[in-house]
């Protein structure tokens, strides 16, 4: 059997793959089974932060590996007590909880702030409000604070207790709030999985003012944003505002299975004893994994983010067949006149690897990707737009 029948008949059926088995890479270029060669501009939906392979990552992994690749979290490990610290000291969050996934990061956050709401103003005050549009995982409790009803149509009954406002309606938002007990407001800088869609300035002020004034706590997703893929470590930093928690995975260990959830003052001491828990969060190997790439996001790596997403916007805005770019740093979402399924096809014949985002094409590459690579991925992509 080759691996794609090998695949078809035993792996479940949950993923439209693309017809490419990707066998081996290097930083921003993967080859397939064939040693045909690919640039890659998905960094595994926003994963490989410094691309395939990446030497010093390697060797902060494997450094580790010859320590211990697990111990659980009833006893201490170095990776993870200095990884919580560099999170913390590059946020001001106070304390952080690790898991393996967005997702769970995610729960953590909703859990913390309803817990907060309880222990403060009484168990009826349990609704949390995220956005229309807006994605947030695939448990059940991350599927009912997900924005988009297609996405709940096959899972019902929800976790209950989650309402969704308009994004950028400062009115509807401000009236939940007031209609509902509400424990925490739940949102994403940038809707990633809803388009590429950047939120208004104004609005995620609002909505930071709406949960000082009545006492919610501000939940940002950075899963997809976090760990400088806008320019900015995290996405909520472009916009003036200070979370109470923070939730992150991704790109966070480069490529391994890591989840944070960090948590600011209000909400340091919320979760105590055996309130929360993880077998693998923290895992020594990942967090080693993540230490290696948090120490290399700096001003001058953020600065380059900047200066490619520019190239970006400035190459493709405007050009035949595309309607709009959208996103910030290097999270694009390029609106076409062909549909977007068809003009990833046209980009992988190419030996350009995009990806979608609802109606979009979506970019998310390495962030170190160089900047020789993006001039030769982008008249691939200007070609498959083209009428």
Same mark, same amino acid.
């Given at each position: ?59 902060? +992994?494997? *450094?580790?590996?010859?320590? #211990?690749?697990?111990?659980?979290? /009833?006893?201490? !490990?170095? @990776?993870? $007590? ?80 989650? +309402?969704? *406002?308009?994004?950028?309606? #400062?009115?509807?938002?401000?009236? /939940?709030?007031? !209609?509902? @007990?509400? $424990? ?82 209000? *909400? ?120």
């Amino acid at each position: 059997m080759t691996i794609k029948e090998m695949d078809a008949a035993y792996v479940a059926s949950t993923y439209k793959r693309f017809p490419l088995e990707i066998a081996s890479g290097k930083g921003s270029v993967v080859f397939d089974e064939n040693g045909k060669k690919y640039i890659d501009l998905g960094s595994g939906i926003a994963v490989t932060s410094f691309g395939i392979g990446d030497d010093e990552w390697k060797q902060a +992994v494997t *450094a580790q590996l010859d320590l #211990v690749q697990h111990t659980s979290n /009833l006893y201490y !490990t170095a @990776p993870c $007590a200095r990884l919580a610290k560099m999170l913390c000291e590059r946020t001001g969050m106070r304390k952080v909880f690790f898991s393996n996934s967005g997702a769970e990061a995610n729960e953590c956050a909703i859990k913390a702030a309803r817990k907060y709401a309880a222990d403060k103003h009484g168990p009826e005050r349990h609704t949390i409000i995220t956005l229309k549009n807006s994605f947030h995982g695939r448990t059940l409790t991350t599927l009912a604070a997900t924005g988009q009803a297609h996405y709940h149509e096959l899972f019902r009954p929800l976790t209950p207790g989650f +309402v969704h *406002a308009e994004a950028n309606n #400062v009115m509807e938002l401000a009236a /939940l709030a007031k !209609t509902y @007990p509400t $424990a925490g407001i739940l949102l994403e800088c940038v809707q990633g999985e809803g388009g590429v869609v950047p939120l208004e300035k104004d609005f995620v002020s609002a909505a930071a003012e709406i949960c000082r004034e009545k006492d919610i706590l501000l939940m940002v997703d950075e899963v997809q944003t976090g760990n400088g893929r806008t320019g900015e470590m995290y996405a909520y930093m472009h916009y003036g505002v200070t979370p109470d928690i923070v939730s992150t995975a991704k790109g966070l260990a480069g490529g391994l299975p890591l989840g944070a959830t960090l948590l600011g003052e209000k *909400a340091e001491h919320v979760l105590g004893f055996g309130d929360h828990g993880s077998t693998f969060g923290g895992n020594p190997v990942c967090c080693a994994g993540a230490i290696s790439i948090l120490s290399r996001i700096d001003d001058k790596l953020l600065a380059g983010v900047k200066e490619k997403s520019r190239f970006l916007f400035e190459a493709l805005t405007g050009a035949p067949g595309i309607r709009g770019v959208t996103g910030l740093g290097l999270m694009i979402g390029i609106q076409t006149e062909k549909p977007a399924g068809e003009v990833v096809a046209a980009c992988m014949e190419k030996g350009v690897l995009c990806l979608t985002a609802k109606d979009r094409v979506r970019l998310l590459p390495a962030l170190n990707i160089p900047m020789e690579l993006l001039k030769a991925a982008v008249p691939a992509i200007l070609a498959a737009c083209a009428p």
